[in-house]
């Protein structure tokens, strides 16, 4: 597997046979002006997070 955002790395487990398992490691992020955080971009992550969790909350108690 080749993905674009990082690597996948292999690993195999002697203890269980045939076991074997993928972990995934993001390439970092480009460096320089990629993005620049700023109060405006701040205050709306802060809000976009705190109405998640406000959904999350709600999943709860809504019947399926």
Known sequence: MI???GDYIEHIDDN???FKYY???PRP???GD???MYDEL???LIE???NIGFL???IKYAPN
Do not use: C, V, W
Request: net charge neutral; glycine share 4%; no cysteine.
């Open 42 to 44: 701040s205050a709306l």
């Open 34 to 36: 990629m993005y620049k």
């Open 23 to 25: 972990t995934f490691t």
């Open 16 to 18: 269980i046979n045939d």
């Open 29 to 31: 992020l480009m460096q």
């Open 56 to 58: 999350e909350g709600l």
């Open 48 to 50: 976009a997070h705190r």
């Open 3 to 5: 993905p674009y955002t």
